[in-house]
């Protein structure tokens, strides 16, 4: 076997433009509603009481992958990453592995594409900030997004100065929330924090207003009451994850909120259904996290690769010999 390009999380970053990304990820979400993409069920492997291990397949575009990647939300105090591991690509003709990943990084980029998109697709119009709150890793890619696809933003972290740590890194462009309070009030906000808490409670949510939910992303989680569920207009990206394992599986599980209220991203963005309705309509998307958007990042950044190992995002980069 050939040796194998290993793309560390810098490989990752400097292959491929946040605001790219979030062209990427409207492909895979399009291309996985039409069918032409396949993803089997994330897989959960529990690891408490501190976190989770999952297993993401996905199939498409000549491409498979795997992404084998955790949620540990103490790790920070230990100062480890959150989100860990590796994402493998293969030849979907012949089997063959073609590249190994840094799972953190990819997992950011889309995880930034996925909340931008739904907002621009599902917010109404405004040319007001966008409020990130969680500016860990995944809400520091929001951020970033949101920046690359010219919306200012402002920044909310439960961590003292952690969101002015991030607004300078940021720059031009990124402001710091005076309180919570502040950051809800935005027309658009996006939560990244780990689900423990809720951040919206009963009567938060605005006439008008869009939220990505970003943080909760399996059993136990939620940033949003029930009640704020069941005053909005619901959208995921995938009903199955979702109803399980998101901040909808509340409402869900009670029997309060059913499939039929719920809308996923990909026909949206496919055309064949419907968005916001008016400019009063509240709109929460429930974002799990899909294998599909892992794999439209991979295929970009590696597709960069291809296109030009000796360029700068890949100087340095090391090999590893299976055979
Ligand atoms: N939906 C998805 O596709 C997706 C993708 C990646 C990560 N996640 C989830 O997002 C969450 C965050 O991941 P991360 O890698 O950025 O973690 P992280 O630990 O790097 O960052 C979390 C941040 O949230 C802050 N925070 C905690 N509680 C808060 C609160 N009540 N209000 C405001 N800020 C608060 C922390 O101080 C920290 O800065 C995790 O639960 C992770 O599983 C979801």
Redesign the pocket.
Known sequence: MPSVPVFSAGHVYGALDPGDAVEVVRTAFVEHTRENWQMPSKLYVSSPPDGDFRAMPASGAGYALLKWVS?F?N??ARAL???TGVVLLSDAATGQLLAILDA?AV??L??GA?AVLAAEVLARPTLGPAAV????????AVAATFLAREREVLL????PN?AQLVAGELGEGTGVAAD?ADALAADIVAT??????V?FHDGTLHAGQHVSL?????PG?AEIAVEEVLRARVFCDEWEQASHNGDIAAAVADGRLTRDRVAELGPILAGEESGRADEHEITVFD???LAV?DLAVTIAVYGSFRANPGAEPFVGMNEVDLG
């Open positions: 949620s939300p790790n920070p990453p959150t989100v953190g997992t950011a889309r995880t996925a709150v969680g500016c860990g890793v995944n809400g520091r909310w972290d439960a961590r952690q919570l990244v924090t780990p689900g423990r808490e951040i970003m943080g909760a992303d399996g989680k974002s799990t996290g958007q």
